[in-house]
């Protein structure tokens, strides 16, 4: 079973009882969604390897670190993980984005595929998921499935918030893919919504309700 982070880190949890807020409008969600984004990224990108280079600094030619070879992908998951995207982009400015475009049928919750374009070298790439939500694990799990098709070099997953339900689901259907979360929330409810959570991603971001 590949690894799973909760993230605990105070400014984390701290930005995401705003964000929970049945009161935060768009504005102010969106950028928090970023923010939590940026801060998440900075784990998930922890074990990237480093080569040594030689930088000629004002005072002498020292060896210093610089990453080596492997390359990143970020691919959001349509809608709400566009939210996210200015916020690990931030962070590594060269990395390629795909999308994914799955959405849940509100009836079945499961999710139907829309759009898929992902980056031509993916071969070459770590590829990172990007979802605010983890709820029954069905998109991330169609999503990676995927994504799987075009054999990136490696898959991590990044979601804000997680019901345990889905991601001992997404655990079962892809154990090799190392899972990020910034809250492992307590249940999810009768219609698939993850409970405390913070509602519906996609419309609080794009302010469609
Ligand atoms: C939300 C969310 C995830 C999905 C999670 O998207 O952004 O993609 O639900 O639920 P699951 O784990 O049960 O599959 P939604 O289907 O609402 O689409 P949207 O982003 O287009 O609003
Ligand atoms: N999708 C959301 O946006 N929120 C949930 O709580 C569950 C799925």
Redesign the pocket.
């Known amino acids: 079973m590949a690894k799973t982070f909760i993230m605990d880190h105070p400014l984390i949890q701290h930005k995401l009882t705003i964000l929970r807020d049945v009161n935060t409008a768009s504005k102010e969600f969106r950028s928090l969604i970023s923010e939590i984004a940026t801060l998440m990224c900075y784990e998930a990108t922890r074990d990237l390897p480093l080569k040594e280079v030689e930088t000629t600094t004002p005072l002498c030619v020292a060896k210093t670190k610089v990453i080596a070879g492997k390359k990143l992908a970020f691919v959001p998951?349509?809608?709400?993980?566009l939210g996210m995207v200015d916020g690990v982009v931030s962070l590594v400015p060269s990395a390629r984005i795909g999308h994914i475009?799955?959405?849940?049928d509100p009836e079945t919750?499961?999710?139907v595929e829309y759009y898929c374009k992902l980056p031509a070298d993916i071969e070459h790439r770590e590829v990172i998921v990007l979802?605010?939500?983890?709820?029954?694990?069905?998109?991330?799990?169609?999503?990676i499935t995927q994504i799987k098709l075009r054999k990136p070099m490696n898959i991590k997953f990044m979601?804000i918030i997680a019901?345990p339900e889905?991601l001992k689901?997404?655990q079962e259907a892809h154990p090799d893919v190392e899972i990020y979360i910034g809250s492992l929330d307590d249940h999810?409810n009768d219609h698939?919504y993850i409970v405390p959570g913070l509602g519906?991603?996609?419309?609080r971001?794009?302010g469609?309700k």
Do not use: E, K, V
């Open positions: 998951i349509l809608r709400a993980g475009g799955l959405y849940r919750l499961t999710p979802d605010p939500m983890l709820a029954t694990g069905g998109s991330a799990i169609d999503a979601c019901a889905g689901a997404l999810l698939g519906d991603a996609g419309d971001i794009f469609t």
